[in-house]
């Protein structure tokens, strides 16, 4: 790295964030390049509030994008939903209304279904298995699904974590305790699916609904990892967390095919580099943070309980989940999932 690259910290990072208009909240060059207008600009749209660490690292990437490009390539980011929420940016980024989103891995599956294979209940046992699968053969399948539906898609995934459930109501230590929970899960067939073979009672919401959903009780209960419970303050809604490690989610950084196609290869190049090197560094940001969370949630309130993830094995396999996604997928693309995993189901 650069003396110049190593002006672009966390530190630096989080002093601009707090410094912008709260109106516009726009992260993208620094103020010493805005002079010149820039000749390409993507906008990039998420769904995370800015303390998360993908947005901490998109405005480092950002900035080095412009550094690098000498100012002739602006990323601007919109974190926290104000673009719209998933399926608003999904489709944004689809028509060019914006030229990269950040798009879940059961998200986007309604356009790639391929991409849900990730999600699939108690797939992974820890962080190395996930990286292994993502970076490799069955990762570039699921990149390449999208490339036919439009999207190109930066190589290296950024992580969300393993999702917990979280609730109001009571603690989930075993498949039983779901029966009739009433529980948000992303706007995708996988998460209904997983939830329907627990048993619970599953309802589709935008992330942008759900803080409200669940203060309202439309919802009792809700599932995301641990950094999202955190910077979301769903603590604030939620009692109790059950580490269940059910499932694993990361972000495919999908742009507009026709928005990248139009970049001069020196900007891809720079973009490509900028985006997947701060990927690497946001998937260790996420582990780090990850080994401090349960104390910091726990000091707000949450209880926390482990859950007995063969209950939840045994209950999928009697409901026919495993049986009914290797069927969806094929046994092409099961197979590449189970050579990084071992058997699943």
């Not at 550094?67 to 028509?95: C, I, W």
């Not at 294979?117 to 970076?135: P, Q, R, S």
Request: glycine content about 8%; overall charge positive; hydrophobic content about 45%.
């Amino acid at each position: 790295m650069n003396q110049s690259r190593k002006t672009y910290t966390r530190r630096g990072a989080l002093r601009t964030l707090a410094g912008l208009p709260l109106a516009a909240s726009m992260i993208g060059l620094p103020r010493f390049v805005r002079a010149a207008a820039p000749e390409y600009e993507f906008k990039f749209g998420n769904n995370l509030p800015t303390s998360h660490p993908l947005n901490i690292r998109a405005l480092e990437a950002a900035a080095r994008v412009a550094e690098e490009s000498k100012g002739r390539m602006a990323v601007k980011v919109f974190p926290n939903n104000q673009l719209g929420g998933d399926t608003d940016m999904l489709a944004q980024v689809r028509s060019g209304g914006i030229e990269m989103f950040n798009a879940g891995t059961m998200v986007i599956a309604t356009l790639a279904p391929i991409s849900a294979i990730t999600a699939i209940g108690f797939a992974f046992a820890d962080d190395a298995e996930v990286w292994k699968t993502v970076d490799g053969d069955l990762g570039n399948g699921i990149r390449a699904a999208f490339a036919k539906v439009g999207l190109h898609t930066l190589e290296k995934m950024w992580d969300n974590g393993f999702r917990q459930i979280t609730t109001s109501t009571r603690p989930v230590a075993t498949a039983a305790d779901l029966e009739g929970m009433k529980i948000r899960v992303p706007v995708s067939p996988m998460g209904i699916s997983l939830f329907k073979a627990l048993s619970a009672a599953p309802t589709s919401l935008q992330f942008s609904e759900v803080y409200s959903a669940l203060q309202t009780k439309v919802v009792d209960a809700q599932e995301n990892p641990l950094a999202i419970v955190e910077t979301a303050k769903l603590y604030e809604v939620q009692k109790y967390c059950s580490l269940t490690n059910h499932s694993w989610d990361g972000y495919h950084l999908v742009i507009n095919g026709r928005a990248w196609r139009a970049l001069p290869d020196d900007l891809k190049t720079i973009y490509t580099r900028a985006f997947n090197e701060a990927g690497l560094q946001q998937r260790a940001d996420l582990a780090r943070l990850n080994t401090t969370l349960q104390d910091k949630l726990s000091a707000s309130g949450m209880q926390f309980n482990a859950a007995d993830a063969q209950s939840f094995r045994e209950q999928l396999r009697k409901a026919g989940f495993y049986a009914e996604w290797k069927q969806k997928f094929g046994d092409e693309a099961w197979g590449l999932l189970e050579s990084s995993v071992g058997k699943v189901s």
